[in-house]
């Protein structure tokens, strides 16, 4: 998978990270209680100094305050060394940070009469945070309890001083019970909250998890996916696309117009609203054929197009036996009903031919006769033996040594001495392949080759030319002539079974060769060299790589 495909997709939140999560929430708002905390302990710091001062005149200012601002700022700057260590302590980090302010809140109430008489509502602001930062709603509450105790524990100590009368007391119960409220209320949004960012979590996952699939889906598919981009490049091209089109990685963008003009042409209709059946095309000669599909996806406002390429080469494969199969039905029928006919005119010619006085117009009648039905039965000979065609019996083969081996024995069969020029300068390494269908494929090549150069120019000479292809790691058997070659109207139709171009030809030779060489994992193909002579290239991987 790209780069750019996978960027899209979130990481899969596991337990561990959504643990860290909730964690970060906690430590943020430990630090923003600490952060009310250093600046209650600075305001009460600054009022003793601007008392010592004279800045503020206030009556009966404690001392003991300035100590009592001195416990708060030494332990926020403590807390605020040590927030990670309490964070991760779970509930007893802010139940200590809390306990500690119920002490100093008291000590505070107790001593900061000159204050006013609002600093009880202080215990609201530790109660609010005990609330938020405590998980267990039993300690929580337990704090509040703690709070609202002292709250009316100092109401009480005043009443006996006489520093308040009864009718106090009801503020100091409504403030009690309004801290109970508070600390209530807060522990169920929390906990709401906490539930909320628990199935939040929980659709993340699934989602996550579900776009993770749908990557790993994509990276293994056998079918090509490719991203079409505006300006005419494919992106997002995942593994099987990327090997597909025989490109070098996924990573980087490509220029449609550099696969192939079929596809570009494909892409440029169905682009203008034209959606035709694709044909398939082939990123290079030897490579496979591929078929095309483009699919529209997204919202109208900003569609994306997906370029879908699959290996065309098993519906080939599928069409190929089921014509093999319906040429084996057809001889099967008419293996009886021809050959035992066309051995008695064959028999029966020969009979004649054994006459002595006969006229020469009988004679070259009887050998038409004869030659035709020596055709006839080639034929069907080739039909039998391509409806009977057993699995190839691979072996591995010094390229060079077997076809040095060869090229004598093709010779002493032929009318025409040195009628192969080999041209292999070196050892292009070992393939597979069994050495009866390459006999039989170079032999045809060569038959067809040395006919064709002997029609056009005389000379009844081929050239087998032996080439090794580095970067597809192929070799090459070249079988060259200086024929006529095959007209390009008739290019298509050149491996097409009982398709032929010579008159005496039965149009199996070229079909039998290329479904011989696909049954070995090679490939036949036509074309003209630089010097427009007539090439048959014979293309095989080399031992150890693919095809």
Known sequence: MSTESTAVIAARPDQASLQRRAGSDSARLLSLYNLYRTVLGLVILGLGLAQATGAVALDHYPSELNALAAVWLISALLLYGRLNLVEGAGDRGPLAVVLLDLVLLAFLVRLGQPLGPGLPLLYLLTVAASALLITKRVTATAVAALATLAVLSDSTYELQQGLIDANDM?????LGSLIFLISLLLQQIAGRMARFEELADSAATQVATLEELNEQVIAHMTTGVCRVSK???????????????NLPGTGHPVDIGQLNPLLTAYISRWQAGHYAPASPFKVHPDGKPLLPELVRIGHDFEPEILLFVEDFTPVTEAAQTLKLNSLGKLTASIAHEIRNPLTAISHASQLMNEGQDEPPEQKALRDIILTNTQRVNEIIENILQLSQRRQPRQEPLDLLAWIRLFVPEYQQGQNHTDCVDLLAP????????DPGNLRRVLTNLLDNGIRHAGEHTGQFTVTLSLSKDDQAERAHMDVIDKGTGVPDAMLGRLFEPFFTTSAGGSGLGLYLCRELCESNGATLTYDRTPDDKTRFRVSVPLQGHSS
């Open 170 to 174: 009801l503020s100091a119960g409504l």
């Open 426 to 433: 070196e050892s292009v390494g070992t393939v597979e392949f």
């Open 231 to 245: 300006d005419g490049r494919l992106t997002a091209i995942n593994q099987a696309g990327a090997q597909l089109l």
